[in-house]
Structure formats: C-alpha cells, structure tokens
C-alpha cells in the first residue's frame, strides 16, 4: 500500500539559512508523482513544487527544490535562503498511475526565527 | 481566476443537523476529492470522484455522501453529524487521474459539531 512518512513534526530555522524538510514514500508502483504543499497559518493549501519518478534531474521552483533520491525512496523539500514567510505547515504527497488517490503525510510545521 | 470554491468557510452545527459543503471548480477537471485535515493525522481522503457520476469511497468515509451530477460540483453531505467530524476540510480538483496531475485545493471549512 502507498505511504508517505514526515518524520519531522516540528522545525525551527534561523532566517536565511537553508531548510531540509524530510518525505519518504512507499510504493510498489513504478510510476508515481510526488508533490509537496505548503500550508501558511491562513489555512490555504499551496502547490509548491512536482517530481515525477521518471525525471531524470530534480525538480526547481525559485527557491524550492526536491531532492529526488529514487532508490532510497525519499523526496526531501529543500527550501534555499530561508524567509519569515515560510514559517508554515509543509506536506509531502505523491498519487502513483494505478491508484486514485492523492496521499499525504503528516506534515512538519516549520518555523523561521528572526 | 482558476479555482476551487467552497462554502461555507465556518460553521458551527449541532448533532444531528444534515449539512452540505459545496464545492465548484471552474477548470473543467475531471477528478474531484475531498479531505478531512486533523491535527497530527494529515489529510485524509473521505471521497472522490474521477467524472460525472462515478464517485468512491477514500480512506474515511463513514458519516458523509457525495455526488457528482455535474462536472464542476461535488458537494460533500453530512446526513447526521457528529462531534467527531469537528474538522477542516477541504475540497481538491485535477485535471484528470494521472501521477503527474497536481491538485487544486479550495479555501477549507471548518467544521464544529457540537
């Protein structure tokens, strides 16, 4: 069965400095697409970034990037040069060809100190 | 503007009281769903659908109903609520059943049942 695992409740981060939020995954799918969302305290639920499992180079958006480590089956979130306004929840989420849902992990809210 | 819409965004309703979330999306997507977000639990899927009149249950379907008479509505219905459905939920639209389809999510309702 498919499984996201956030193994990071909680993070707090000095402004500025990089963010590595944690996502592992489980599947027996050989196609799968992984997501992660970013929820701000407003509530909204934010697209932020896609990786297929057959790209070949991981997936950027500005200052978002997916580190895509297939054969450890992790999809890490890496956020470059931190800002007060990602202090938020963050999800991982990945759907796979076969099934119809869309999963998602826990989360792991994370916190920009000034 | 693209968008997934739903209403209403509060409301507080005693138990046993039938209500009705809608939801529309106005991007003619294909696959509708929709989540209950808990603290500590993540979203979780409650029904979906993949078009007109073809709905099935996600992981959490007791206590609602859904329909998808037309392509852009999917209103989730509580027949006869209960405290334990106190949730924020949210409704999420893609343009079809695909690993690398992102979801479009609306604003969220929160639910109190007292």
């Known amino acids: 069965a498919q499984k996201i695992t956030q193994t990071q409740p909680g993070m707090f981060v000095q402004e500025k400095e990089a963010v590595t939020l944690d996502c592992t995954y489980d599947t027996s799918d050989p196609s799968y697409g992984l997501f992660w969302y970013k929820q701000p305290s407003s509530g909204e639920m934010i697209f932020l970034i896609y990786?297929?499992?057959?790209?070949?180079q991981n997936a950027t958006e500005g200052r978002y990037s997916l580190n895509f480590q297939k054969a450890r089956k992790s999809a890490n979130l890496v956020i470059s040069a931190s800002q007060l306004g990602d202090s938020a929840m963050y999800f991982c989420a990945m759907r796979d060809y076969r099934d119809d849902k869309i999963i998602f992990g826990k989360g792991t809210r994370l916190h920009i100190l000034p | 503007e693209a968008q997934v819409t739903q209403n209403p965004r509060y409301l507080i309703t005693v138990t046993g009281k039938k209500l009705t979330v809608t939801c529309s999306q106005n991007?003619?997507?294909?696959?509708m769903s929709w989540y209950r977000q808990d603290p500590g639990l993540g979203l979780r899927q409650i029904y979906y659908?993949?078009?007109?009149?073809?709905?099935d249950k996600g992981d959490v379907p007791e206590g609602y109903k859904v329909s998808r008479k037309e392509k852009r509505n999917f209103p989730l219905i509580l027949e006869s609520p209960s405290p334990n459905q106190t949730s924020l939920y949210f409704c999420?639209?893609?343009?079809?059943?695909?690993?690398?389809?992102?979801?479009?999510f609306g604003q969220g309702t929160r639910l109190t049942v007292v």
């Open positions: 990786q297929g499992s057959y790209d070949q």
């Open positions: 991007m003619n997507h294909e696959y």
């Open positions: 659908s993949m078009n007109v009149e073809v709905t």
């Open positions: 999420a639209s893609s343009l079809y059943v695909g690993m690398n389809t992102e979801a479009f």
